[in-house]
C-alpha cells in the first residue's frame, strides 16, 4: 500500500498542471495557488458541490486561488485518496465518514445503526461545532483535518431476489459492506454474513453471485448501475453516515489569512448548496431507476432491527473514550 501511495505522489508531481510538490506556495506568473482536489466516483450532487466549493474560491479569491479537480477515482480509492490528502500529495479529498475510520476512531461513531432518529436529528448534529470540531481535529496529528460535510443520505439494503421486509429476510444472505468494522458488526448482528469490499467491486460481484445484495444510499441503483442487478430497495434507513471533506494541514501555510477564511466559507456554503440538490437527486435517482430498471421499492418496519443491533449502541455508551461523544450525539435527539 505505501509504495502505492509514494507512485500515485509521484505521478501527481508529473502532472503538469501541478508543476511540482515543492512544499512551497505554487504559483504562476501572477502568483496563483493552485490547490488540488482529488476524490472517488460520486453522486451528481456532490460533484457539484465540490465544484460550488471550487467556483466559490476562485470568484472570492479573484482567481488567485484555484481549485484543481482529478475525479473519478483518478488517484485511487478512498484509502488511497487519505494517504494522500495525509501526505500532502493532493490537498482536499472527499470520502465517507466510515473510510475514516482506520485514521480515527471517532469516526465510526458514525457507523452506529440507528444512531440518528430522522433527518433532522442528524443535521442538528452535524451543525453541532462543538461536536464535529472535536471530530475533524482528531486526525490534526495525522497531518489532515475535517473541513465540512455532505449530506450523504440514509443506507438501506438492496438485494438481487427478494426484498428484505423482515429481519429473517437478512438470514444467511452475503452482503456487501464497506471496510468498516461498525459496518462489519452491523450486518453480524442482523444475522447476514459481512462482505467488505470497495464500491467499485460491488457491480460484478452483484453478477457473479458472490454477494446476495449491499447496503447503500439510492444512487448505486441508476447512477452506478446496480439496479439492473438487484432490483429490490428495502428502505429500513440502517445508518446515516456523512461524507467529509478533509484538508491536507499545510494549506493554510499556503494561502493569506484572507484566502484562508474564504476557503472555511467556502466550504460551508458548499455544504448548504449540497444539501438542497440531494435531496432533488435522490426524487430524480428513484423515478430513473423504476422507469429504467423496474426497481421496487418497500418500507420497512424497523423495530426488530433497532433491537437487534442494540449491542453496538452498548458498546460505545459504555466505553470510557466514547460515552460523553456517544450521549452528546442521542442528548440532541428530539425523541429524549
Known amino acids: 500500500m505505501k509504495r502505492n501511495i509514494v507512485l500515485l505522489v509521484l505521478l501527481i508531481c508529473m502532472l503538469p498542471v501541478i508543476g511540482g510538490c515543492s512544499k512551497q506556495v505554487q504559483a504562476d506568473k501572477n502568483n496563483q495557488v493552485v490547490l488540488r482536489f482529488a476524490y472517488a466516483s460520486n453522486s451528481q450532487p456532490v460533484i457539484d458541490s465540490m465544484k460550488k466549493f471550487g467556483a466559490i474560491v476562485e470568484e472570492r479569491t479573484h482567481g488567485q486561488v484555484k481549485i484543481e479537480y482529478f475525479p473519478d477515482g483518478q488517484l485511487g480509492g478512498e484509502t488511497e485518496l487519505i494517504e494522500l490528502t495525509q501526505t500532502g500529495g493532493i490537498d482536499f479529498t472527499k470520502v465517507s465518514g466510515s473510510a475514516l475510520e482506520g485514521f480515527s476512531k471517532d469516526y465510526s461513531i458514525f457507523g452506529i445503526p440507528y444512531l440518528f432518529d430522522d433527518e433532522q436529528h442528524f443535521y442538528k448534529v452535524m451543525e453541532n461545532r462543538k461536536i464535529m470540531n472535536e471530530i475533524y481535529q482528531s486526525t490534526n496529528e495525522l497531518g489532515f483535518v475535517g473541513l465540512t460535510y455532505y449530506d450523504s443520505g440514509q443506507r438501506s439494503f438492496y438485494m438481487k431476489n427478494a426484498p428484505i421486509k423482515t429481519l429473517e429476510d437478512l438470514k444467511g444472505k452475503k452482503i456487501r459492506v464497506m471496510q468498516s468494522e461498525t459496518a462489519i458488526k452491523m450486518v453480524q448482528l442482523l444475522g447476514a454474513s459481512p462482505v467488505p469490499m470497495g464500491s467499485g467491486e460491488v457491480y460484478t460481484s452483484l453478477q457473479a453471485n458472490l454477494i446476495d445484495g449491499a447496503e447503500n444510499n439510492e444512487f448505486v441503483l441508476y447512477t452506478a448501475g446496480h439496479g439492473s442487478i438487484a432490483k429490490y430497495y428495502s428502505y429500513d434507513e440502517h445508518t446515516r453516515v456523512p461524507d467529509i471533506v478533509i484538508m491536507n494541514n499545510k494549506v493554510k501555510d ?47 418496519d424497523a423495530t426488530k432491527f433497532r433491537e437487534a443491533v442494540q449491542p453496538l449502541h452498548d458498546t460505545f455508551k459504555n466505553n470510557p473514550q466514547y460515552h460523553a461523544l456517544y450521549e452528546e450525539i442521542r442528548a440532541l435527539s428530539q425523541n429524549k
Do not use: G, P
Not at 477564511?261 to 435517482?285: C, H, M, P
Not at 430513473?288 to 430498471?293: D, G, P, S
Open 254 to 300: 499556503r494561502l493569506t489569512k484572507k484566502q484562508y477564511q474564504i476557503v472555511l466559507q467556502a466550504a460551508k456554503e458548499s455544504t448548504e448548496y449540497e444539501k438542497k440538490v440531494f435531496k432533488k437527486a435522490v426524487e430524480q435517482e428513484k423515478k430513473i431507476a423504476i422507469k429504467k430498471y423496474d426497481v421496487q421499492f418497500n418500507q420497512v
